[in-house]
Antibody
Framework: QVQLVQSGAEMKKPGASVRLSCRAS????????IHWLRQAPGQRLEWMGW????????KYSESVQGRMTITRDTSATTSYMELRSLTSDDSAMYFC?????????WGQGSQVTVSS | EIVLTQSPDTLSLSPGERATLSCRAS???????LAWYLQKPGQAPRLLIY???NRATGIPDRFSGSGSGTDFTLTISRLEPEDFAVYFC?????????FGGGTKVDIK
């Protein structure tokens, strides 16, 4: 069965960077784009960016452009998301999801807390 | 960006009742690339409907989606206890992909 398994919770100080992973299984990794999204408490879900695992092409929302990098390791069937220059506004639950006409499969989420 | 406005914010209903949720887009989703999700506290969202009216795998037929252009509706024909949750819509027609603010369906 299709599974997306994310790395664990992270606690970071302002100005630091965080790197999260999303390991995919149960399907051909290069067939579907992986998207990264986040949800802060009481806020609506925010789309952050996506990567085409086949060729590594990525695209980002304007709100994180320049601070975020999405990569993939096809041999490990894993996508990575790095977010730099963290502020308290980046505290949220981060999700990866497989895209194919809506998000049919989601990771379990990785909590990121940014606090001094 | 396309703004999605959901209404109502909260819907208080009893099990067995019908729920009707609305999602309005700030511009036409001409391809009907509109999805609905259910989310419970501490969990990832779960896809219910994609392409405005297509049920995702394993979703019971009491859930149905309709609409086109800028106005979309999710209907739950008879609420089951496990249906009380937050529902939100998402457009995947144009980047940046955007989500509605959600409708909470709670027990009356």
């Amino acid at each position: 069965q299709v599974q997306l398994v994310q790395s664990g919770a992270e606690m970071k100080k302002p100005g630091a960077s965080v790197r999260l992973s999303c390991r995919a299984s149960g399907y051909t990794f290069t067939t579907y784009a992986i998207h990264w999204l986040r949800q802060a408490p009481g806020q609506r879900l925010e789309w952050m960016g996506w990567i085409n695992p086949d060729d590594g092409e990525s695209k980002y929302s304007e709100s994180v452009q320049g601070r975020m990098t999405i990569t993939r390791d096809t041999s490990a069937t894993t996508s990575y998301m790095e977010l730099r220059s963290l502020t308290s506004d980046d505290s949220a639950m981060y999700f990866c999801a497989r895209a194919s006409g809506g998000y049919h499969y989601w990771g379990q989420g990785s909590q990121v807390t940014v606090s001094s | 960006e396309i703004v999605l406005t959901q209404s109502p914010d909260t819907l208080s209903l009893s099990p067995g009742e019908r729920a009707t949720l609305s999602c309005r887009a700030s511009q036409s989703l001409s391809t009907n690339y509109l999805a609905w999700y259910l989310q419970k506290p501490g969990q990832a969202p779960r896809l219910l409907i994609y392409g405005s009216s297509n049920r995702a795998t394993g979703i019971p037929d009491r859930f149905s989606g309709s609409g086109s252009g800028t106005d979309f509706t999710l209907t739950i024909s008879r609420l089951e206890p496990e249906d009380f949750a937050v529902y939100f819509c998402q457009q995947y027609y144009k980047l940046p992909l955007t989500f509605g603010g959600g409708t909470k369906v709670d027990i009356k």
